[in-house]
């Protein structure tokens, strides 16, 4: 009797096309032998100095996510406007090469664990204002821009080496809107400030990849309104921004939503890659000041 392959169908049942692809790496790269932890290895001198350069540029203490081998790490540390560098790695073979690496280095602390749960610990460590970088796995992308979204005190600058297919997803602009696009430039305003080719890592990656600069800013909608809009918005990219949020509950009378979506110059049966990020944070304060409730 011939047994049929199992096929994870994980990722078949995320909607989204970045979505697919996280699930996809987190699956199939997690427990590589080779690779176990979806690290690609930035090794290019000059590309680590042209981005260690952005990321000391202001200044101030620095939280590093997965130095790996420490060869961005040592660039920065050779800066005097670098007052200490929080290094988090989770590979327990690369943490203590690290720890051996830079033990003579006052300004060096490195905390073992994953930075999606270590980070709040590395911020207690810093009264000033902060960066994070890192040359970021792709399966965790997503979940750690949400989780730097979250934080009680974000950093002022954020500078990644992520994939450029996500890059280009978060800097997108009307009627290019998307669900990830408007989460992260409700707290941040996004730009790529260059291209690293995929022959520059080792093992090299199936994909080009991108630097990010994200500057941290200040909106008045809150987060937690702005989160449940954003579900609704997108839920159904191809229906109307009237239709999906009328159908998660607003708790609106009948005919009213037209009128609100109009008074903030909201043509209802418009989709929601045409919003513009302050339109969704204006959504956001709507819903926020009537408690309404979207999810």
Same mark, same amino acid.
């Given at each position: 009797?011939?047994?049929?392959?199992?096929?994870?169908?994980?990722?078949?049942?995320?909607?989204?096309?970045?979505?697919?692809?996280?699930?996809?790496?987190?699956?199939?790269?997690?427990?590589?032998? $080779?690779?176990?932890?979806?690290?690609?290895?930035? =090794?290019?001198?000059?590309?680590?100095?042209?981005?260690?350069?952005?990321?000391?540029?202001?200044?101030?203490?620095?939280?590093?996510?997965?130095?790996?081998?420490?060869?961005?790490?040592? #660039?920065?540390?050779?800066?005097?406007?670098?007052? /200490?560098?929080?290094? #988090?790695?989770?590979?327990?073979?690369?943490?203590?090469? *690290?720890?051996?690496?830079?033990? =003579?280095?006052?300004?060096? =602390?490195?905390?073992?664990?994953?930075?999606?749960?270590?980070?709040?610990?590395?911020?207690?460590?810093?009264?000033?204002? +902060? =960066?994070?970088?890192?040359?970021? !796995? +792709?399966?965790?992308?997503?979940?750690?821009?949400?989780?730097? &979204?979250?934080?009680?005190?974000?950093?002022?600058?954020?500078?990644?080496?992520?994939?450029?297919?996500?890059?280009?997803?978060?800097?997108? /602009?009307?009627?290019?809107?998307?669900?990830?696009?408007?989460?992260?430039?409700?707290?941040?305003?996004?730009?790529? $400030?260059?291209?690293?080719?995929?022959?520059?890592?080792?093992?090299?990656?199936?994909?080009?990849?991108? $630097? #990010?600069?994200?500057?941290?800013?200040?909106?008045?909608?809150?987060?937690?309104?702005?989160?449940?809009?954003?579900?609704?918005?997108?839920?159904?990219? /191809?229906?109307?921004?009237?239709?999906?949020?009328?159908?998660? &509950?607003?708790?609106?009378?009948?005919?009213?939503? !037209?009128?609100?979506?109009? %008074?903030?110059?909201?043509? !209802? &049966?418009?989709?929601?890659?045409?919003?513009?990020?302050?339109?969704? %944070?204006?959504? %956001?304060? *709507?819903?926020?000041?009537?408690? $309404?409730?979207?999810?």
């Amino acid at each position: 009797m011939r047994l049929k392959k199992r096929r994870c169908r994980a990722p078949g049942l995320l909607k989204s096309k970045y979505e697919r692809k996280e699930a996809y790496y987190r699956i199939y790269h997690y427990n590589s032998r $080779v690779n176990r932890l979806g690290q690609h290895f930035l =090794t290019n001198a000059d590309v680590l100095r042209k981005i260690a350069r952005i990321i000391v540029r202001d200044g101030g203490p620095i939280i590093e996510i997965g130095p790996g081998h420490g060869e961005l790490t040592k #660039i920065l540390l050779a800066s005097p406007d670098i007052p /200490r560098l929080i290094a #988090i790695e989770r590979d327990p073979a690369l943490a203590t090469a *690290l720890e051996k690496t830079f033990e =003579t280095e006052s300004r060096f =602390t490195l905390i073992r664990g994953d930075a999606l749960h270590a980070l709040p610990e590395a911020i207690s460590l810093l009264d000033e204002q +902060y =960066t994070i970088a890192g040359n970021i !796995p +792709y399966y965790i992308t997503g979940h750690l821009l949400r989780t730097i &979204g979250e934080l009680p005190r974000r950093p002022a600058r954020t500078v990644l080496l992520i994939q450029k297919e996500v890059a280009e997803r978060i800097v997108a /602009r009307p009627p290019h809107m998307n669900r990830l696009a408007a989460a992260v430039q409700f707290w941040a305003i996004p730009k790529i $400030v260059g291209h690293v080719g995929r022959h520059d890592f080792r093992p090299p990656p199936k994909v080009d990849s991108t $630097v #990010i600069e994200l500057t941290t800013i200040v909106r008045k909608a809150d987060s937690r309104a702005h989160d449940r809009v954003l579900h609704a918005l997108f839920a159904q990219p /191809r229906k109307t921004i009237l239709n999906n949020l009328g159908a998660k &509950g607003t708790g609106l009378a009948k005919g009213e939503l !037209p009128l609100r979506l109009a %008074a903030l110059g909201i043509n !209802p &049966g418009d989709r929601p890659q045409n919003l513009s990020v302050e339109q969704v %944070a204006l959504l %956001a304060s *709507l819903w926020d000041n009537a408690t $309404v409730r979207v999810y």
